[in-house]
């Protein structure tokens, strides 16, 4: 069964680009220009990694994977930012991201993280 990789990201851009180098991969992608799209369609979808942004209108990663544990996901996370930030950093992997990227990353730092979230 194939795995599904959601990418959230409010730059349309960067969605594109995440979402080629996943599909190259041989993943499933479902791509997301908020958080809040993300979660309107969680109950009706499998997502098994999700690759999000950190600052983004409305909820930012973090709130949405505040959000996921509340509701009891415990889909894998992994943060991206043009923003880099020590206590942002620390936020994110307190709530359980598996990963803290800025941006521009290397593509084989990424991949590396999603291979490790969907072992």
Same mark, same amino acid.
């Given at each position: 069964m194939t795995k599904t990789v959601a990418i959230v990201d409010d730059d349309a851009s960067v969605r594109d680009a995440t979402q080629n180098l996943v599909r190259s991969l041989g993943l499933a992608v479902r791509s997301f220009a908020s958080a809040e799209d993300l979660l309107a369609v969680l109950p009706t979808v499998s997502i098994d990694c999700v690759i999000t942004d950190v600052q983004m209108g409305g909820l930012g990663g973090v709130e949405l994977t505040a959000a996921l544990r509340c509701s009891g996901r415990t889909i894998p996370v992994i943060f991206i930012? +043009?923003? %880099?930030?020590?206590h942002v950093r620390a936020r994110a #992997? +307190?709530?359980?991201?598996?990963?803290? #990227?800025?941006? %521009?990353f290397e593509s084989r730092t990424l991949i590396g993280l999603i291979e490790r979230a969907l072992s």
């Amino acid at each position: 069964m194939t795995k599904t990789v959601a990418i959230v990201d409010d730059d349309a851009s960067v969605r594109d680009a995440t979402q080629n180098l996943v599909r190259s991969l041989g993943l499933a992608v479902r791509s997301f220009a908020s958080a809040e799209d993300l979660l309107a369609v969680l109950p009706t979808v499998s997502i098994d990694c999700v690759i999000t942004d950190v600052q983004m209108g409305g909820l930012g990663g973090v709130e949405l994977t505040a959000a996921l544990r509340c509701s009891g996901r415990t889909i894998p996370v992994i943060f991206i930012t +043009a923003f %880099p930030d020590e206590h942002v950093r620390a936020r994110a #992997l +307190a709530v359980g991201g598996i990963g803290f #990227l800025c941006k %521009p990353f290397e593509s084989r730092t990424l991949i590396g993280l999603i291979e490790r979230a969907l072992s």
